[in-house]
């Protein structure tokens, strides 16, 4: 009697041990790359850079970036 306990409780955690494990969603990376764009853009102004000489993360580069 205790072996077959003992055999279907390790039957058991070997299925609860196996169980897929779900990733959180993901984020928007635009609004994750808000925070570097804002230190970018106190850099700009420090510096006085405008223009094209600008600091900045490109359009269309985003998702790489991140």
Request: glycine content about 4%; overall charge negative.
């Amino acid at each position: 009697m205790k072996k077959s306990i003992f055999v279907l409780l390790s039957i058991l955690l070997l299925f609860a041990s196996s169980v897929t494990v779900f990733a959180a969603p993901v984020a928007n990376y635009k609004t994750e790359l808000e925070p570097y764009q804002s230190i970018l853009d106190k850099i700009n102004l420090e510096y006085g850079l405008e223009g094209d000489s600008r600091i900045r993360i490109l359009n269309g580069e985003e998702e790489a970036v991140y």
